[in-house]
C-alpha cells in the first residue's frame, strides 16, 4: 500500500509506502527549474509499522497545513498520529497514540482539520479528537452508535465517507449493512449524519450529532451504489452584499457515472468509460471547482463544475497510466495543481487549475 500528497508550504512532494519490515516516507524538495525540468533533494525516513493514512490537512495547534501520516505497529491495535515539519528540518512530530480496539481501518479511516481522525468500527463511527486542555499530545475518542439513528440492530460500516464542511461541523455519509434471523441476505442501510464537535453549547468534545434527511443529501439510491465520494463547497457576494455558500456532492458510482448532486438532487450525471475510484477537488474560484477522476483502468480525467447548475460538466484533461494522484500548491504559483504520477517510467505531470501544463520531470 502506498500514498502520496503534497506539502503546502515549499512545495514539496510526500509520498509513503509500506514494506515488509515497517514504512518508508520520502520527501522530495523541490529546489530549482532547469529547461521545463525541476531538480529535487529527497530524504527517506524509515520506521516500523504499517501505514493506516497519509493526508494533508490543518494543523490547528500550528495553524498551517501539513501532511499527517497514522501507523499502527505490528499486532497493535495501537494508532500513532506523526505530522512533518517542513524544511529545513523535515522532521516527525508526535500528536500521541490512540487504541483503536480494531483492526483494518485502511478502507475507511480519515484525517480532518484538527488532526481529527473518523473511521468505522462493527455498529458504530468512531471520532477521535486532539486534546486541547490538557497540554499533552493526545486524542480523546467518541463513539456514535448507527442504530439509534437507523433504528435496526446487527449493523456493520461497510463504507464511511467523512468531510469537513465549515468551523466544527462534520458531514459522515455511512453505508452499512444489518442481518437478522428473519432476512436471508444483509440488507444495506444508508445514512447522512452532521456532527459538530464543539458539542452542545459549546463544550469540546461531546458531540452533537444529528440525523440529515438522504434524501437532502445523499439519497440511498445513490449511497448503496457509491465507490467515491467527495464534497465541494461554493461561496460569493449576493446581489445585496451578503456571502452566499452552497455543497455539491460529488458521486462515483459503481455504474460507472459521475454525479453531481445539489440539496439530493442530481444537475449532472456524466457517463465514463470504467468506474470511478477516486475524486479529488481542485480549487479554482469561489464559484467553479476541478474534480479529478481516477478509475480503475489508471486512467484520470479533469472535469470543471460550477455553482449554476444550468451549466454543463466539461472536461478539462484526460491521462492514462497514472498510478497516484495528489492535489496541492507543488510548484509554488499560489494556486491549486493536480499531480499525476505516471507508471512505469515515475514521472510527474503537473496541471494547474487553469489547464495549462506546467512541467514533467522525472522522481
Known amino acids: 500500500m502506498s500514498f502520496l500528497c503534497c506539502v503546502e508550504t515549499g512545495g514539496s512532494l510526500v509520498s509513503c509506502s509500506t514494506t515488509d519490515g515497517g514504512w518508508n516516507l520520502v520527501l522530495r524538495h523541490r529546489l530549482c527549474e532547469r529547461e521545463g525540468a525541476w531538480s529535487f533533494q529527497t530524504t527517506t525516513c524509515p520506521s516500523a509499522g504499517r501505514t493506516v493514512a497519509l493526508h494533508t490537512t490543518l494543523d490547528n495547534s500550528r495553524g498551517i497545513t501539513v501532511p499527517f501520516l497514522v501507523s499502527r505497529r505490528a499486532s497493535s491495535d495501537v494508532l500513532e498520529v506523526h505530522s512533518l515539519c517542513p524544511s529545513p528540518s523535515d522532521t516527525l512530530v508526535s500528536h500521541g ?34 486534546d486541547v486542555d490538557t497540554g499533552v499530545r493526545g486524542f480523546t475518542k467518541r463513539d456514535i452508535v448507527l442504530g439509534g439513528f437507523i433504528g435496526r440492530s446487527g449493523l456493520t460500516v461497510e463504507r464511511l465517507w467523512a468531510f469537513h464542511c465549515h468551523h466544527d461541523l462534520l458531514l ?79 458521486i462515483g458510482t459503481s455504474y460507472r457515472q459521475l454525479v453531481v448532486l445539489r440539496g439530493g438532487i442530481p444537475v449532472h450525471c456524466v457517463a465514463m468509460e470504467a468506474t470511478p475510484m477516486h475524486l479529488q477537488v481542485l480549487l479554482v474560484s469561489g464559484d467553479e471547482v476541478v474534480v479529478a477522476v481516477k478509475s ?52 510527474i505531470h503537473m496541471k494547474s487549475h487553469t489547464g495549462k501544463k506546467q512541467n514533467r520531470t522525472e522522481i
Open 97 to 130: 497514540t490512540l487504541n483503536t480496539d480494531s483492526g483494518g481501518l485502511e478502507k475507511n479511516l480519515t484525517v480532518l482539520d484538527g488532526p481529527t481522525l473518523v473511521w468505522g468500527q462493527q455498529e458504530k463511527v468512531c471520532v477521535a479528537l486532539p
Open 172 to 250: 459522515l455519509l455511512v453505508r452499512c449493512s444489518s442481518s437478522s434471523d428473519c432476512e436471508a441476505e444483509p440488507v444495506t442501510q444508508w445514512c447522512c449524519l452532521s456532527v459538530d464537535v464543539a458539542g452542545r453549547g459549546g463544550k469540546r468534545g461531546e458531540l452533537d450529532v444529528r440525523l440529515v434527511p438522504s434524501h437532502r443529501c445523499v439519497p440511498a439510491d445513490y449511497g448503496c451504489v457509491a465507490v467515491c465520494v467527495a464534497v465541494c463547497q461554493f461561496w460569493g457576494v449576493g446581489g445585496e452584499g451578503g456571502m452566499w455558500s452552497e455543497t455539491r456532492v460529488l
Open 296 to 347: 480503475v483502468d489508471r486512467r484520470v480525467k479533469a472535469y470543471s463544475v460550477s455553482s449554476c447548475g444550468e451549466r454543463e460538466v466539461r472536461e478539462e484533461g484526460r491521462w492514462e497510466g497514472v498510478s497516484q494522484t495528489a492535489v496541492g500548491d507543488f510548484a509554488s504559483l499560489n494556486r491549486q495543481q493536480l499531480l499525476l504520477l505516471l507508471a512505469p517510467d515515475g514521472t
